[in-house]
């Protein structure tokens, strides 16, 4: 099949003995040139097995079509496939191609399979096709040139963009180097600005705190003037009205209260009313009544003083029954400072 006897013989080369022939020229026969799509497949398996390395998945592809190709070729007569084993034989002879094929042309041999599946084609449409396919080989092979060469662009064209990043990076580096100086110094700055404003608050609230020390104690030292001349208003009533001493309890003891009124109050109104000689307090005998901030001196048993809880619970009475008889609206609340001096008994009356 692939070798013809239509070459040149050589007689020299022809040798004959007893008038048989033992050997011919070897020149007479010439190698045919046959097209791949003419080979048989027993031929092209052969040729695949012997002059190339197969991948195991390759090998069992070529397995399956050499298979099928003796089973459907030297079935007998009475051999009838069914549409389910064509169905099947189709497939796995499919797969055995694509699995055959290089890459590139998987998907275009699969295409194709299944395109043949559907129609009938007669020879000179397989010739038409073949065809075809030997130009879109021509093709792929012009195209792999310039692809080659692309490749050695593309390469280079990496090797530059390498050095862009590399570029790109240093710059990057250094320009976040700068922000992250700049970013310091005004964290400094910052930092600097807080301190000078905590100091110059606490200086200011030393100062505030320095002045209200000063109001608080120009307060207390009016306080203290008020009790010395209290003090000194009593001993002059002593000294002219001696008849307080001489009625004074034995067992009553003098208590001086200081009280802060409330704005609200109608200070005159609270003074009037502790004044007033009808209102008066079954423990706390209440002596006088200064205006100013409200100094009152009051006296109380001395048995009752010397009781804390019937001291507490007196005092108590006495605020509750002032606040009524002043009638103060109770429903507003109010802040009243109470400061209780408890005298000797020579320094009362």
């Known amino acids: 099949m692939y070798l013809n006897s239509n070459g040149s013989e050589d007689k020299g080369h022809t040798v004959r003995r007893a008038g048989r022939l033992e050997q011919v020229c070897l020149h007479k026969y010439i190698q045919q040139h046959v097209a791949i799509h003419e080979l048989d497949i027993s031929a092209i398996s052969f040729l695949l097995r012997n002059l190339t390395t197969l991948s195991p998945t390759e090998k069992t592809a070529l397995d399956n079509v050499t298979t099928y190709r003796r089973d459907i070729c030297h079935a007998c007569s009475t051999k009838c496939y069914t549409i389910s084993e064509i169905n099947t034989a189709w497939n796995e002879l499919e797969n055995a191609f694509v699995d055959l094929a290089d890459r590139p042309y998987k998907r275009l041999i699969r295409m194709q399979m299944k395109e043949s599946r559907k129609i009938n084609l007669e020879e000179d449409v397989i010739i038409e096709l073949n065809a075809r396919l030997q130009a879109a080989e021509l093709v792929l092979q012009n195209m792999s040139s310039p692809c080659n060469n692309n490749i050695g662009h593309i390469l280079a064209m990496e090797d530059r963009l390498k050095d862009v990043a590399i570029s790109n990076a240093k710059s990057i580096k250094d320009h976040f180097t700068i922000q992250a100086e700049v970013a310091q110094h005004s964290l400094s700055e910052t930092e600097k600005n807080l301190e000078n404003s905590v100091k110059h608050g606490i200086n200011e609230l030393t100062e505030s705190h320095a002045t209200s020390l000063q109001i608080i104690g120009n307060k207390v030292d009016a306080t203290k003037s008020d009790v010395k001349d209290v003090k000194e208003k009593h001993e002059k009533t002593q000294q002219t009205q001696g008849k307080y001493v001489l009625n004074l309890d034995a067992t009553e003891h003098p208590v001086l209260w ?45 048995r009752i003083l010397s009781d804390p809880e ?35 008994a020579n320094e009362g009356l």
């Open 258 to 302: 200081q009280m802060a009124i409330p704005e609200q109050w109608n200070l005159e109104g609270v003074e009037a009313t502790l004044r007033n000689q009808s209102n008066k307090d079954e423990v706390f005998k209440k002596k006088f009544v200064r205006k100013g901030s409200l100094i009152m001196l009051t006296t109380i048993s001395s």
């Open 310 to 344: 019937a001291f507490e619970a007196a005092v108590i009475s006495f605020l509750v029954k002032m606040i009524e008889d002043c009638k103060i609206n109770t429903e507003i609340p109010y802040r009243l400072e109470v400061r209780l001096h408890i005298l000797n």
